[in-house]
């Protein structure tokens, strides 16, 4: 198994992070103060601080596939199951997507599902689903 990875990102307001990260998400919530919270985001550490001088922002974009994919964003890849139901659960929680759920780079090597959206802060997402997780790097 890979070593987890450790990202800790700002947040202008704790209580909107809780529900989006926590609720929505469904992260579990580690250790925590009235400045940051931990998150088990599929065996990985988020961390979310707060910034109260944060304004939530609109990413930069780059063309990938034909889509203004935002910048900086991060993401979990995961199986296409978790992906589906993931997509599913955003869909019927009415999340505004930046890029809604669809397969990019279909019938090609490292064919892959994806989609995008922010959280409350603007902090941008993106979560890809494969069928055989050796395509992750396939060029």
Same mark, same amino acid.
């Given at each position: 198994?890979?070593? !987890?990875?450790?990202?800790?990102? @700002?947040?202008?307001?704790?209580?909107?992070?809780?529900?989006? =990260?926590?609720?929505?998400?469904?992260?579990?919530?580690?250790?925590?103060?009235?400045?940051? $919270?931990? =998150?088990?985001?599929?065996?990985?550490?988020?961390?979310?601080?707060?910034?109260?001088?944060? $304004?939530?922002?609109?990413? /930069?974009?780059?063309?990938?596939?034909?889509?203004?994919? !935002?910048?900086?964003?991060?993401?979990?890849?995961?199986?296409?199951?978790?992906?589906? &139901?993931?997509?599913?659960?955003?869909?019927?929680?009415?999340?505004?997507?930046? $890029?809604? @759920?669809? $397969?990019?780079? &279909?019938?090609? !090597?490292? &064919?892959?599902?994806?989609?995008?959206? /922010?959280?409350?802060?603007?902090?941008?997402?993106?979560?890809?689903?494969? /069928?055989?997780?050796?395509?992750?790097?396939?060029?």
């Amino acid at each position: 198994m890979p070593q !987890p990875f450790h990202l800790a990102i @700002p947040v202008h307001d704790l209580d909107k992070a809780r529900e989006f =990260y926590g609720e929505l998400l469904g992260f579990d919530e580690g250790r925590s103060s009235d400045r940051w $919270i931990d =998150y088990d985001c599929y065996g990985h550490q988020l961390v979310v601080h707060l910034d109260e001088d944060m $304004i939530p922002k609109t990413a /930069n974009t780059s063309k990938v596939d034909g889509h203004g994919v !935002p910048i900086p964003h991060f993401g979990v890849v995961l199986d296409m199951r978790q992906w589906r &139901e993931l997509a599913e659960h955003l869909n019927k929680s009415r999340v505004e997507f930046v $890029i809604e @759920p669809y $397969i990019r780079f &279909e019938g090609k !090597p490292g &064919e892959q599902a994806t989609m995008f959206f /922010n959280d409350p802060s603007g902090n941008a997402l993106e979560f890809k689903g494969f /069928n055989d997780m050796d395509d992750l790097f396939r060029k």
